[in-house]
């Protein structure tokens, strides 16, 4: 495992068909993608990358309202971040507000040039929203 400075941040984006998964770089200032996974595999590549290199932090993206209230599917959030916790006790595990994230990579990836039907391949849009949430927090923690 790395030193405790080059540990990785985890970002991600749940959603009840796919999991969207990113990683920082090993100087926490850029997201990267790390692909889309159920909660199965979720877990096993959340325990390679704490084997391999360590993680610091899992930030969760927490969607809150237009209003910055709860909805319903914080309470999903909850549990699953409970869950987490449960599978990797000692790691680090926060939310992070991620309201208009999955709005934001699609507005992203349409400017980006890609047609239509490859911003629509399953798990495309949930990694972006996953690294919008990552950079998000490595921003506003630089």
């Known amino acids: 495992m790395s030193s405790s400075s080059h540990k990785r941040i985890i970002g991600i984006d749940f959603g009840t068909k796919r999991i969207g998964v990113a990683l920082s770089d090993p100087l926490r200032m850029f997201a990267q993608p790390l692909g889309t996974f159920d909660m199965e595999g979720l877990v096993r590549v959340l325990s390679r990358v704490r084997d391999d290199e360590g993680i610091e ?23 699953f971040v409970a869950e987490l916790r449960e599978s990797f006790p000692g790691t680090l595990i926060e939310t992070f507000d991620e309201h208009r994230s999955s709005r934001t990579a699609m507005k992203i990836l349409a400017a980006s040039g890609s047609s239509r039907k490859k911003r629509n391949e399953k798990g495309r849009l949930d990694t972006a929203a996953a690294c919008l949430i990552l950079q998000g927090y490595l921003d506003s923690h630089s």
Request: hydrophobic letters at 35%.
């Open 57 to 79: 932090l899992v930030v969760v993206g927490y969607p809150m309202s237009d209003k910055g209230e709860e909805n319903r599917m914080t309470g999903v959030i909850d549990r």
